[in-house]
């Protein structure tokens, strides 16, 4: 699809909203895999001046309902078989009003006030122009994967996403010449970026709905990719790969998100792409994209989060407000441009993260009256004395055993310079004396097998006493993802929990037990 027709089908799409009634700022839900109908429908419903809602369809139906109700949408975008799956839980969707087929009428439920109509019949209106906004006004609401309950709607602005596509592209060095490998979920804000920084320069964008990460290279090679942006799970999974020599030649940078990056993965696909840029990137759905660590840093400082990306400020702060010195761990807050809206109808949460900046702080001079709201991350970092960040690990996820609090990507971090390994999270477990115990899930890589004994006397090696996993389990297979393609550590850790209840349940009491 040419720009052309694609800035074609986003106005047909758009002018279909206005036609069917759809006022400013309704949400429309996406429900598609990635293909270009998903990609109008997220632009036409912002040139429509209402609000797209990108899901991921790896959801089932009851999570896809939860998060239609939550923000009331009003039109939904799917396929007849996704629709067909729906079914059973569309009539809970109480504001829901329309459903748009991209193959194709489906029929309505029954007993419903929906009402159905085929892609093609939407895109025949014409001459009806989008709602007034400006660029403060809502574009998108992104759910999160909900790892500590249930999803929440990232609400995003305009200005959010268009300030992100400039600063990504800037500092990617993005251009009309690039191909860019969209391969994560459009519904995760880095998915989605792939879109934005694109077309901010014109690039071109190769849609990717892969089932194994062999399809990945297979893509990277046939499409001449020389932009790749993914998370740490695919790229351990990519590194213990024959990559084709032709990806070396043409992929000019590969991008990590989500997570830290193994060093000994980091070290792999280096060896496999020495003419390939590696940009280590952080990033959180709140603020959208928040630093990144240049190449020519990286030999240097491969543990580094980087610096503040273009048109952002990051802070460390203490609890109290005050900015931490140099090596202190203290809480990232992200101000500027790329802070979003808040969580969408939770005043609870949005108070939690979104905060006013203390007076003082980042140029806040005491004459400026009206305060500034920043994201807390609540992600715990360091700075050091040259300004670079450095991940120490989540508050909601910091173990704390024998009187430490040890970061679990730390763990795993060590795990995985072992070799040992091809997947692992690290977690605590409540323990009567040590407060929490380390436990570690592992799983092979392909084709290998995991000597538990070996695994933790490396551990002990490289580990100091209080950082040792008490317990190693053995899965087989990749371990679970989150919808966005993280590794799932809080279910993990909550299935642990559960199996060591019931293992404990099950087991006989001695005899005369008074227990």
Not at 33 to 46: D, H, I, N, P
Not at 57 to 75: F, G, H, S, T, W
Not at 205 to 233: C, F, M, W
Not at 468 to 473: F, M, N, Q, R, T
Request: a negative charge; proline letters at 7%.
């Amino acid at each position: 699809m040419s720009y052309a027709e694609l800035q074609s089908a986003v106005a047909g799409f758009a002018s279909g909203l206005i036609e069917l009634g759809l006022r400013r700022g309704e949400r429309v839900a996406i429900y598609l895999e990635k293909r270009l109908e998903t990609v109008v429908a997220s632009f036409g419903t912002a040139a429509a001046g209402c609000v797209f809602v990108p899901l991921n369809p790896l959801l089932k139906a009851e999570q896809v309902a939860y998060i239609m109700r939550d923000c009331n949408v009003r039109a939904l975008v799917s396929s007849g078989e996704r629709l067909g799956l729906l079914a059973p839980v569309l009539p809970s969707c109480h504001d829901l009003r329309h459903l748009i087929t991209v193959n194709g009428r489906a029929p309505a439920p029954p007993e419903t006030p929906l009402v159905s109509l085929g892609w093609d019949e939407l895109l025949r209106a014409t001459g009806h122009a989008g709602h007034r906004v400006i660029d403060t006004d809502m574009a998108a609401i992104l759910y999160t994967s909900g790892s500590t309950g249930k999803p929440k709607g990232v609400v995003l602005s305009h200005r959010n996403m268009v300030a992100g596509a400039v600063s990504v592209a800037g500092y990617l060095e993005n251009s009309a010449d690039d191909t860019l490998l969209a391969a994560l979920p459009l519904s995760f804000d880095a998915g989605f970026s792939q879109l934005t920084t694109a077309f901010h320069v014109g690039a071109r964008v190769v849609l990717l709905n892969y089932l194994l990460p062999q399809d990945v290279l297979k893509t990277l090679a046939r499409e001449q990719v020389s932009g790749l942006t993914a998370v740490p799970p695919l790229y351990i999974q990519l590194s213990q790969l024959e990559w084709p020599p032709i990806i070396s030649q043409q992929l000019r940078y590969f991008a990590n998100t989500g997570g830290r990056m193994p060093r000994d993965t980091l070290a792999a696909l280096r060896a496999r792409l020495p003419n390939s840029k590696p940009y280590l990137m952080y990033g959180l759905t709140e603020a959208f994209r928040s630093t990144f660590l240049p190449p020519d840093e990286v030999d240097r400082r491969p543990d580094s989060i980087g610096k503040a990306i273009p048109n952002a400020e990051i802070l460390v702060l203490r609890e109290d407000g005050s900015p931490c010195v140099a090596n202190e761990p203290g809480e990232l807050v992200h101000r500027g441009a790329l802070v979003g809206l808040g969580y969408w109808n939770d005043r609870e949460k949005t108070a939690e993260r979104y905060k006013p900046l203390p007076a003082g702080i980042a140029g806040r001079d005491a004459g400026l009256v009206l305060p500034e709201i920043a994201v807390f991350s609540g992600d715990t970092v360091r700075m050091d004395e040259h300004g670079f960040l450095y991940f120490v690990g989540r508050r909601d996820e910091m173990i704390k055993t024998s009187g430490y609090r040890v970061s679990p990507t730390e763990v795993e971090e060590i795990v995985y310079a072992t070799r040992l390994v091809g997947e692992c999270v690290a977690f605590g477990v409540d323990h009567p004396t040590l407060g929490q115990a380390i436990q570690l899930i592992a799983s092979a890589a392909e084709g290998e097998s995991i000597d538990c004994d070996r695994l933790l006397a490396e551990c002990r090696q490289r580990m100091p006493a209080y950082m040792v996993p008490a317990g190693i389990s053995l899965r087989h297979g990749p371990l679970p993802r989150n919808p966005n393609g993280k590794l799932d550590r809080k279910t993990l850790a909550t299935e642990f929990v559960a199996a060591a209840q019931g293992d404990a349940a099950a087991t006989p009491l001695p005899s005369g037990s008074d227990d």
